[in-house]
């Protein structure tokens, strides 16, 4: 129908631990850049993108909230999850502490989100360890000098936890592009249909 820009509006959060990328991934997301040095105390806190759904013949428009540096306190408040519809779960491929520690964020999203919350489980720096061919190296490898780091996560065990906890799962990264909008993607998909079938 001409003038309609969107059909839905969707919240969306990303939360998990200082520096695995949450910012960077909203700036890919929204500016299609990355930056090398961002400035940890300008968080973005705020970003908003328009994304077509042709399987659901739907236009959303997604505006999603970083955590823009609070989380190093663990000072996110309720009101932060208020009507979120999709939340990121964000590690780092390269820190497995990042990983232990999803459990907790998840916990809190539990705890303040809608129970209908669609979560996706984002693995984040995977251009830290792809192999020079471009194949993404899956398992754990011993650290490599120069600029790619060791995966500390695999993609088998991030799978297996995600399938365990509801989550959709994805692994990207906000430095080369791969994979930030099919997060966002895969997850209003899941939040469209889940409006379709009325959950
Ligand atoms: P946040 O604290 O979770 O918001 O993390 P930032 O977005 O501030 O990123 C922390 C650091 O990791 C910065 O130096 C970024 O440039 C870097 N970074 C973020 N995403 C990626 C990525 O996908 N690959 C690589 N190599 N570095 C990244």
Request: proline share 3%.
């Amino acid at each position: 129908m001409a003038g309609i820009q969107w059909h839905y509006v969707l919240k969306f959060i990303i939360t998990g631990d200082a520096s695995v990328g949450k910012s960077s991934l909203l700036v890919r997301l929204t500016d299609q850049r990355f930056l090398a040095n961002p400035d940890p105390t300008i968080g973005v806190e705020f970003g908003s993108k328009l994304i077509n759904i042709p399987e659901e013949e739907k236009v959303v428009k997604l505006q999603c909230w970083d955590t823009a540096g609070t989380e190093s306190f663990r000072a996110i408040g309720r009101s932060y999850y208020r009507g979120a519809v999709g939340c990121l779960l964000v590690y780092d491929v390269t820190n497995r502490k990042s990983f232990v520690n999803i459990k907790s964020w998840l916990a809190d999203v539990r705890e303040n989100a809608d129970p209908h919350v669609t979560c996706i489980l984002v693995g984040n720096k995977v251009d830290l360890c792809s192999d020079s061919d471009g194949t993404s190296n899956t398992a754990t490898s011993p650290i490599v000098a120069g600029f790619r780091r060791a995966r500390e996560v695999t993609s088998e065990e991030a799978e297996r936890f995600a399938k365990e906890e509801g989550l959709l799962f994805v692994e990207a990264s906000a430095k080369s592009g791969q994979n930030v909008e099919k997060a966002f993607e895969d997850s209003a998909r899941d939040i469209l249909s889940k409006v379709r079938r009325g959950v």
